[in-house]
Nanobody, 116 residues
Framework: QVQLVESGGGLVQAGGSLRLSCAVS????????MAWYRQAPGKQRELVAR???????KYGDSVKGRFTASRDNAKNTVYLQMNSLKAEDTAVYYC??????????WGQGTQVTVSS
């Protein structure tokens, strides 16, 4: 059974930083792309960052230049370094992993709250 477990969320002041982690465990096989999404109250889930198995990244327009995604393939872990946080970054952040021949799985989410 595959599990994605996020950690690192919390409360931070505007301008501060947080680092999210997402560890994948279970009978996982090969992982293709991994990604971070977020969902604020009353809004649709949106892409924050996507990273391929080779480390290529793509970011949502609202976080470009402030957030950095990385991954450690040996640890089956993806990270999201969030700098210069704004109140509008407040959301539940979800990890997503696309597995070869198995499709996509989601984590349970971690709350990030930025106070202004």
């Amino acid at each position: 059974q595959v599990q994605l477990v996020e950690s690192g969320g919390g409360l931070v002041q505007a301008g501060g930083s947080l680092r999210l982690s997402c560890a994948v465990s279970g009978s996982i096989g090969s992982i293709n792309d991994m990604a971070w999404y977020r969902q604020a109250p009353g809004k649709q889930r949106e892409l924050v960052a996507r990273i391929t198995s080779s480390g290529s990244t793509k970011y949502g327009d609202s976080v470009k230049g402030r957030f950095t995604a990385s991954r450690d393939n040996a640890k089956n872990t993806v990270y999201l370094q969030m700098n210069s946080l704004k109140a509008e970054d407040t959301a539940v952040y979800y990890c997503f992993a696309d597995f070869l021949f198995r499709g996509g799985y989601w984590g349970q989410g971690t709350q990030v709250t930025v106070s202004s």
